[in-house]
Each structure stands twice: as structure tokens, then as C-alpha cells.
Antibody, heavy 115, light 111 residues
């Protein structure tokens, strides 16, 4: 069974850093582009970042460009978040195939940025 | 990249049909047949309901259908049921360096 499990969330002060992880299992991880999507409390879904299957291509939403870095190895995807702001407070989901019927999502990890 | 525009809320009685619109531009919704729709219940991960404008994933009820005209995509729910009460989001491919954009989300209420 395909599964995605996020970890690494927590509370951090403004200006701080945090590294999220997404562990994948049940499918050939390196064949698929992977994505991060976030959802602020009580708000809608927001696209964050994408990394290609081979890790060579990365894409970011304008709101996180220059502050967040997406990466991956053979079985995990990561999101290094720096210069965190209050508006980055959200549940962060990792996902496979955002637009296709082969999509899978994790259950999310909560990031809270507050002093 | 601005979020796609959806109505904040739509409601209907059991058995009725409702339609949720998702309006973008010729650079996203209007430019590609890569529009999907997600359903999200409180505290849950989103669930794919429609992909490639009108295709239904296996296991999704045929009460859900999708369409597109110009820069606006639509999700129709026929024979509305209590379990359909949820938030719905569209998402489109944009072909830019920020390649995906979500809609603002629509809360569906079954009266």
C-alpha cells in the first residue's frame, strides 16, 4: 500500500528554521515528482513546492521562494524552512501526483511560528 | 500566481444538484486541460474527486462531474447527500516556475 508520512513539525520562533520530512513507501519513489502543500488554520490549500523524480528540478511558490528548499533522497523528501514567519503557520502535507488519479497525500505535520 | 476564484459557499437540499465554479486565466485553467478537484472533510487530507477536467478516479461516485469552458472550470454534484458536506478545492497546472495553483475553496452545506 502506498503511504506518505510527514514529520518534523513543531513550534518555532519567527526567523527560525525547521526541516520537514516525508517518508514514502509502497511505490517506486524515484519515479515520481513530489510536492508540499500547506493549509493555514481555517484557511484553504496553498501550493508550496515541487521536486522532480530525479531531484534535479525544483519549483516554489512565490511566497516561499528564497526561504524554503526542497530536496529528496531515495526514500524521503525534505523541506528546509528558514526565516520563518507567522504566516508560515500551517499544516504541511506531502503529496505524490497532485493532478492525477495516482495521487497520494500524507496526513500532514503542523508547523507553528510564534513568539 | 493568484489563487483561482471559487465561491466561498454553496448549499443545497438532499437530492438537489449544485455547481461550484473555479475561475482562473488563460495562463492556468484556460490554457491546459489539467484541472483537478479535491474534497476535504474537517481534519482530513484532501481526496481527489475529478482530474483532467472531467475524469473520475476509481471509487468516486458518478454523482460528481467536471467540465470547463474558457477560463472557468466547474464541479457539479448531483443527488446531493449529507456526506457531500465538505470543502472543495480546484487546482490547475500553470506551466510557470510555480507550476500549480489552488482555488480559494468552497464550503458545501447540505441543508
Amino acid at each position: 500500500e502506498e503511504q506518505l508520512v510527514e514529520s518534523g513539525g513543531g513550534s518555532v520562533q519567527p526567523g527560525g528554521s525547521l526541516r520537514l520530512s516525508c517518508a514514502a513507501s509502497g511505490f517506486t519513489f524515484t519515479r515520481f515528482a513530489m510536492h508540499w502543500v500547506r493549509q493555514a488554520p481555517g484557511k484553504g490549500l496553498e501550493y508550496v513546492s515541487t521536486i522532480s523524480g530525479d531531484g534535479r528540478s525544483t519549483y516554489y511558490a512565490d511566497s516561499v521562494k528564497g526561504r524554503f528548499t526542497i530536496s529528496r533522497d531515495d526514500s524521503k523528501m525534505y523541506l528546509q524552512m528558514t526565516s520563518l514567519r507567522a504566516e508560515d503557520t500551517a499544516m504541511y502535507f506531502c503529496a505524490k501526483d497532485l493532478l492525477e488519479d495516482t495521487t497520494r497525500w500524507g496526513q500532514g505535520t503542523l508547523v507553528t511560528v510564534s513568539s | 500566481q493568484s489563487a483561482l476564484t471559487q465561491p466561498a459557499s454553496v448549499s443545497g437540499s438532499p437530492g438537489q444538484s449544485i455547481t461550484i465554479s473555479c475561475t482562473g486565466t488563460s495562463s492556468d485553467v484556460g490554457g491546459y486541460n489539467y484541472v483537478s478537484w479535491y474534497q476535504q472533510h474537517p481534519g482530513k487530507a484532501p481526496k481527489l474527486m475529478i482530474y483532467d477536467v472531467f475524469n473520475r478516479p476509481s471509487g468516486v461516485s458518478d454523482r460528481f462531474s467536471g467540465s470547463k469552458s474558457g477560463n472557468t472550470a466547474s464541479l457539479t454534484i448531483s443527488g446531493l447527500q449529507a456526506e457531500d458536506e465538505a470543502d472543495y478545492y480546484c487546482i490547475s497546472y500553470t506551466g510557470t516556475s510555480s507550476p500549480y495553483v489552488f482555488g480559494t475553496g468552497t464550503k458545501v452545506t447540505v441543508l
